[in-house]
């Protein structure tokens, strides 16, 4: 006879889902410049020299090789003045080639990154971070040009997996600009019944108890513990935390907020980390960008 300790959650991957997108998009990305002569484009900034942020913008910058959209590749030096960032955006909002621009986060201490994200083009905003994509998230009954691409990503996770969102109970963990909010946000646009915990929230334990969906973007190391899940319940881990590993070459390992072998037995669905939520942001980006070069030629 089984019992509770036999269950093993469906663990959802995000490297084969984000893989079986990529061809989708190249497939289009193929179409549109044989039918069209249209080759999407997006402009990659990367502003210093984090060792974390070049390996997501080598990451992208591969990824637009691999789908056949080309990349425009800014490297600007860590001390590089906020008025120089800004006419390099003004460039590439002005370059018809350019169907996207990002402009990789974190930005350097002493550059608004308000003020950056507020002067790309709406119409090039594949991050959709500009205050009023953001805002137009927020609004009932309007849609921003673009969402957010670790939110997009966690939706299209549960979407693939055939999990469905409507009147279910969703628990987001933190409340960041690029995660936790925005997510939050798509989550209510969906229908869903929303609660975000953060820092703050006295007993986080008790809201994720009764979630029927968890978003984790805390940033806290297996902060999530599998006796805080409810039976059943779909775990989408954002969280990408290095911890020390000795045992490792690298000396290191990312795991995420979630502790992933405790939820496993909970669960009825989880995503890994890595190999979860992280390869469906850099698909979405790329989803985000061929969207934008379809507007423009009217498709
Ligand atoms: N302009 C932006 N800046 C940042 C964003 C963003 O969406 N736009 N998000 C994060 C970082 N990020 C993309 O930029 C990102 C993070 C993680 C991954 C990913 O695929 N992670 C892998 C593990 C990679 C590894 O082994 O190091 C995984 O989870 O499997 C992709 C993109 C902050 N900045």
């Known amino acids: 006879m089984a019992t509770p300790s036999d269950h093993h959650a469906t663990v959802i991957d995000g490297k084969a889902i984000a893989q079986t997108i990529r061809s989708e998009i190249a497939l289009e990305v193929a179409t549109l ?22 390996s997501y913008v080598n990451m992208k910058r591969k990824a637009c090789a691999e789908v056949g959209i080309k990349s425009f590749d800014i490297n600007l030096p860590e001390d590089v003045p906020e008025v120089e960032l800004i006419a390099k955006v003004d460039e ?28 790309i083009s709406l119409e090039k905003d594949v ?20 969402l957010p691409c670790t939110p997009k990503g966690c939706l299209e996770l549960l979407s ?11 628990v987001v963990v933190g409340r960041s600009n690029i995660v936790g909010l925005p997510v939050s946000l798509l989550l209510l646009k969906a229908d869903a019944t929303v ?18 969906i968890v978003i984790a973007a805390a940033g806290q190391p297996m902060m999530i513990k599998g006796s805080w899940i409810k039976p059943g ?19 290191y390992r990312l795991v995420g907020d ?19 939520v992280g390869p469906l942001t850099v698909a979405m980006l790329l989803q985000n960008t061929l969207e934008g070069a379809k507007r423009v030629i009217g498709q």
């Open 160 to 170: 693939r997996s055939g999990i469905s969102i409507k009147g279910k109970k969703a």
């Open 233 to 251: 319940a779909a775990v989408i881990d954002v969280g990408t935390n290095a911890v020390n590993d000795p045992s490792r070459k690298s000396g």
């Open 33 to 54: 410049s044989e039918k069209y002569s249209k080759v999407p484009g997006l402009a990659v900034v990367i502003v210093g020299c984090r060792k974390d942020s070049q």
């Open 127 to 146: 991050d959709g971070f500009h205050p009023l994509n953001i805002g137009k998230l927020a609004m009932k009954g309007r849609d921003p040009l673009f």
């Open 258 to 276: 979630v502790d992933f072998q405790e939820a496993c037995k909970v669960a009825g669905w989880i995503t890994p980390v890595p190999g979860g």
């Open 195 to 212: 609660t975000v915990v953060h820092s703050r929230t006295q007993d986080p334990e008790s809201y994720i108890r009764e979630a029927d």
């Open 92 to 119: 590439l909002n002005a370059n018809p080639e350019v169907h996207g621009i990002l402009v990789q986060l974190p930005l350097p201490k002493h550059i608004n990154e308000e003020k950056i994200l507020s002067q």
